[in-house]
């Protein structure tokens, strides 16, 4: 039976990238962007009044980073490090309170080991986690993360995310050339088409300006900077309703859970050592309202029959001690808009769904890879070059981007609950493929994780996923309705898959070498 399941999946593989490659060859002409289709948008960019010598007015910064979260105060570090001069203007320096930013994957991990801030995740309480919980009506499957040939202490990694943010601003300002001031950016500032620094707000309500070379964004989901720089085009699938769960324990320790529950799924989570997460999805815009009870009595009624009997008594204590929160969940593909003198990260330039916790997995990718190509530059002030020179981080940014983009669009999916039957047997296909264990589940769960950042092994077990459900339909006796429901099936995995893979780019995410600003040279500078 083992042999059999083995067979199948290669033929699946062999059979998804086969259908993968039909589709987009049909679809070319639909995916083609054409030249100058950017959407006008009103920019928050102000012009520099006077034209004088700009190195009067530079304090000496070489890089303004607007914005210190887990994007903004990593690179913040990272940047110091290298020995740039930083200047860092955030907003609110006080510990952020949030309901997500909480999981970091072993692939961020790894990240966060190679920019040398390993140990912000010390002293935070936070926890180990090594893999995740799969539960569907009264079922449930481990998947560990496959980090057999990794160093004992990688692992994901979870915990309050201010403690995080605050640690990473600590260590930044630990820096003599990094300096943290609280401020709010009120706009860029802009001279012949360059960015060459920015106007903001002091705490006090003073307004000042700040000029360096290059200004980099990170100011978040909610950025009104990014309008200038990129094309932005959010959507908001669902919001998180968000809940901490006290003194009780997961039926699987140091794993995250989910549960495919209906309408959506349900995440649980470790925070701390007395501490467990819960985040409802739920889907759309609009959720219940918390102050006239109406989300209280959703809970209540919709979702803790659903919750595992371990925490059941937890969650309801949680409902009632009213500490409720909610947030949008916004994805957004990365669309730049390559500006000399600025550039775009973190949140503010790209996001996705939630659910697979791979933002900060990103976030910390792409710091690596500006880091790298920054790495051979004297100097940043030929802003024209260094544009065109940056191009390549858009290119080299897309294996580990656009893989946990693309899964955690395609997941967040898979995973609702459908009133079309060819979805749900797709979402339970998905978890009977996944309890199959041994390559069936490493596969997904290493992509998932950041460990293996590979968009042609995301295509090929999504359909293998697919494929594999079609096989349990046809078994042991086909007949006419199954058949129509195995085929409706692999057209509702394409309807899932291509459009998100669309967003991403097929030829940057698949065929990067064919693109020109991937041979680009580091200028003289």
């Not at 042999?3 to 699946?12: I, M, N, R």
């Not at 078994?475 to 991403?504: H, N, Q, T, V």
């Not at 698949?510 to 693109?515: G, L, M």
Request: hydrophobic letters at 40%.
């Amino acid at each position: 039976m083992a042999d059999l399941s083995l067979w199948a999946s290669v033929l699946a593989a062999l059979l998804g990238v086969l259908i993968f490659c039909y589709g987009l060859s049909s679809k070319k002409k639909a995916t083609e962007e054409e030249p100058g289709a950017a959407t006008t948008t009103t920019t928050t960019t102000a012009t520099v009044a006077d034209n004088g010598d700009l190195g009067l007015r530079n304090i000496g910064d070489d890089v303004i980073i607007v914005g210190a979260g887990v994007a903004g105060a990593a690179l913040a570090h990272t940047l110091g490090k290298e020995g740039r001069q930083v200047r860092v203007i955030e907003r609110d320096l006080t510990e952020p309170d949030r309901i997500v930013g909480e999981l970091l994957q072993p692939g961020g991990y790894l990240k966060l080991i190679e920019l040398g801030l390993e140990d912000c995740v010390e002293n935070i309480d936070a926890q180990r986690v090594f893999g995740y919980a799969l539960l569907k009506d009264g079922k449930s499957t481990r998947l560990s993360y496959p980090l057999e040939k990794f160093h004992s202490d990688v692992s994901g990694r979870s915990f309050h995310n201010g403690r995080f943010i605050q640690r990473m601003r600590e260590k930044a300002a630990s820096l003599p050339n990094v300096r943290l001031e609280q401020g709010t950016v009120v706009s860029l500032l802009e001279e012949n088409g360059t960015i060459k620094g920015v106007e903001y707000k002091t705490k006090s309500g003073e307004e000042l300006k700040a000029y360096a070379p290059l200004t980099i964004v990170c100011d978040g989901c909610f950025s009104n900077l990014r309008r200038s720089l990129c094309s932005p085009k959010v959507d908001v699938p669902s919001c998180f309703v968000g809940l901490v769960l006290e003194n009780c324990q997961l039926p699987y320790a140091n794993h995250g859970h989910v549960i495919l529950a209906d309408p959506s799924p349900i995440l649980f989570y470790p925070i701390s050592s007395t501490e467990i997460r819960c985040l409802v999805d739920v889907p759309g815009q609009k959720v219940p309202s918390i102050s006239n009870g109406e989300m209280e009595k959703y809970l209540k009624t919709v979702v803790a029959p659903q919750v595992p009997p371990e925490i059941h008594n937890a969650f309801i204590s949680a409902i009632e001690k009213g500490n409720i929160r909610t947030m949008p969940n916004r994805s957004m593909p990365a669309a730049p808009h390559p500006t000399p003198g600025a550039l775009l990260m973190g949140d503010a330039f790209n996001m996705r769904h939630p659910l697979t916790g791979g933002g900060m997995t990103v976030a910390l990718s792409d710091i690596v890879v500006l880091r790298n190509l920054l790495r051979p530059l004297c100097d940043l002030n030929d802003a024209p070059a260094l544009c065109k020179y940056l191009e390549l981080f858009y290119t080299l940014r897309k294996p580990v981007a656009s893989t946990i983009n693309t899964l955690a669009g395609a997941l967040y999916k898979v995973f609702s609950s459908s009133p079309d039957q060819a979805r749900n047997e797709m979402r339970q296909a998905c978890f009977d493929y996944l309890s199959l264990g041994g390559v069936f589940s490493d596969g997904p769960v290493s992509l998932l994780s950041g460990l293996n950042p590979r968009p042609l092994s995301l295509v090929c077990h999504f359909f293998a996923v697919a494929i594999y459900g079609v096989g349990r339909l046809l078994l042991p006796f086909p007949s006419p309705k199954r058949m129509w429901i195995g085929a409706r099936l692999i057209s509702s995995a394409s309807g899932i898959i291509y459009p998100i893979i669309k967003a991403e780019g097929v030829r940057q995410m698949f065929f990067p070498a064919t693109v020109p600003a991937y041979y680009r040279a580091p200028p003289a500078m």
